[in-house]
């Protein structure tokens, strides 16, 4: 099975890292996977997004024009990502900054409050965790576990002291999301 996924928000939103730390898991799980950043002139502030794709078998192209999944962190993404989800596809909405919904009846739609989640569990800079939380808990395309691990061994040297805030900001976004038993 490959999944591909986007995610897209301003730059210092975490997009980046958010996909980077997807590769890693993926990768530590066994699969294959690519990692493909894209950011404008601006860094910070401009936009940024990344395609992340996570596959049984060898990856023919690290390129997706129509992705399974579009993670949207600003009202940008949402306007550029919102239309190209393949059917059936998923689509994660920081509804902390997303007001707009999608007119799309073809997709799945999750809302989480990620700078919410962030703000109330770590800090706001957090918000990129509790998104991927919430796209973990509605397409399990890797187990939160894998994640959590991947998380704890690849977070930059200079933030390893916040890697339980980070964790516990994954697994409140998850939590938003996630079915409850019974």
């Avoid at 958010?18 to 890693?24: I, V």
């Avoid at 690519?34 to 078998?57: F, K, L, N, Q």
Wanted: glycine share 10%.
């Amino acid at each position: 099975m490959e999944t591909s996924i986007i995610i897209s928000g301003f730059g210092g939103q975490g997009v980046l890292f958010a996909g980077q730390l997807l590769a890693y898991a993926g990768m530590d799980a066994g699969r294959h996977v690519t990692w493909i950043p894209s950011y404008g002139p601006e860094m910070r502030g401009g936009t940024a997004h990344c395609v992340v794709i996570i596959s049984d078998d060898p990856i023919g192209a690290p390129t997706v024009a129509r992705p399974d999944v579009a993670v949207v962190l600003n009202l940008p993404s949402f306007d550029k990502y919102e239309t190209v989800v393949k059917p059936g596809g998923l689509l994660v909405v920081n509804n902390s900054l997303i007001e707009s919904e999608t007119e799309r009846q073809d997709i799945d739609v999750v809302g989480v409050p990620a700078n919410a989640i962030a703000e109330e569990w770590g800090t706001v800079k957090m918000l990129n965790m509790a998104a991927l939380g919430a796209l973990l808990a509605a397409r399990p395309v890797l187990p939160l576990e894998i994640v959590e691990k991947a998380l704890a061994e690849h977070l930059p040297a200079g933030k390893q002291h916040l890697i339980e805030a980070n964790l516990r900001v994954i697994r409140r976004g998850y939590e938003v999301v996630a079915p409850v038993p019974g």
